[in-house]
């Protein structure tokens, strides 16, 4: 994996090779303009006057932007100027996902989008699949617009951006998926065997632990990196989908303590068993009724008492 940062807005690719196996992924200072939809095409002028850039990747719940406060709810643009300085090549743009929702454009033309954007929380429709823009042939100049917003995630987050070639950016996503699910059906795989062993021998309860931990866990690799699970439902709402994805992180992390604790006579303390189970009861209830902008503050206050 190729890493380039950009600098004030603009990513030089130039000499760079375009081939089969090759991915660029673009990290660095990308202009933003904070609440503000600017038009790919009529707003021209306007993208060329922003002087304002954030790092790309970056997560925060509160940023200084210039002499400017933003926090963790709202909308903007995000602009990179490529610059590929070749000859004209089909390329291909990679996003891992932008909380909660985002439009994205090649020199004016809408190439990919993650649910839909809007300026108020009752307009958005939030998503986070992965998702593959092809830009087309090009001069060797490529400017990247990126309408997002986001009024469902206590944080916001943008994540990594990659490209290349189209058949380079498919071999990739394709190589994250295979990956994802060798993960998934490895650990699910030992899951059902220790499964097995706690049929066969009941009072083998370390067995049991150990099956839960490993089915929790492969469960939660459908729903990180590459996302698998959407490639299996689609068009699963976003709601139930991150639902899912803080319900297993917490199975997972009680069946590791109750997996040691059966495991290693040493570790016998009670007091943490009994404080692991009902935290992460109130952990995964929490989590099944509230709202999930509400419901991952939870996650805060465990990480902080644990």
């Known amino acids: 994996m190729n890493i380039y940062n950009a600098h004030d807005g603009t990513l030089d690719l130039s000499g760079q090779t375009f081939d089969d196996n090759t991915v660029y992924k673009m990290r660095g200072e990308w202009k933003i303009a904070w609440n503000q939809f600017l038009d790919p095409v009529k707003d021209l002028q306007k993208i060329k006057d922003l002087d304002t850039c954030v790092v790309v990747p970056h997560t925060w719940s509160r940023l200084q932007l210039d002499d400017t406060s933003i926090g963790n709810q709202g909308f903007g ?3 990179l100027d490529i610059d590929t300085g070749i000859e004209p090549v089909s390329l291909a743009v990679k996003s891992t996902y932008i909380t909660s929702a985002f439009d994205m454009y090649a020199n004016g033309t809408l190439i990919a ?6 300026e108020t929380p009752n307009s958005v429709r939030a998503m986070w699949h992965p998702v593959v823009g092809t830009i087309g042939e090009n001069n060797g100049k490529i400017q ?4 997002f917003s986001n009024f469902n995630h206590r ?5 990594d951006f990659y490209i290349g070639s189209e058949s380079a950016i498919s071999n990739h ?4 998926l295979a990956m994802d699910l060798i993960a998934f059906g490895s650990i699910f795989i030992m899951g ?5 062993i706690y049929i066969l021998r009941r009072r083998d309860s370390a067995s049991l632990f150990f099956s839960l931990l490993c089915f929790s866990y492969a469960g939660r690799t459908l729903m990180v990196g590459d996302r698998f699970v959407y490639e299996i439902f689609p068009d699963i709402p976003w709601e139930l989908f991150m639902k899912l994805a803080y319900i297993t992180f917490y199975i997972t992390a009680v069946s590791i303590v109750l997996f040691v604790q059966r495991t290693f006579s040493t570790f016998n303390h009670t007091y943490v068993k009994k404080l692991m189970v009902a935290s992460t009861s109130i952990a995964v209830v929490s989590t099944v009724i509230l709202p999930h902008v509400y419901s991952t503050y939870y996650l805060c206050l465990l990480n902080l008492c644990c």
């Open 77 to 79: 643009t995000l602009v």
């Open 144 to 147: 990247l617009v990126i309408h």
């Open 173 to 176: 996503k394709n190589n994250r």
């Open 155 to 159: 944080r916001f987050v943008i994540k």
């Open 113 to 118: 989008s993650n649910g839909n954007i809007g």
């Open 192 to 196: 059902l065997y220790h499964f097995m």
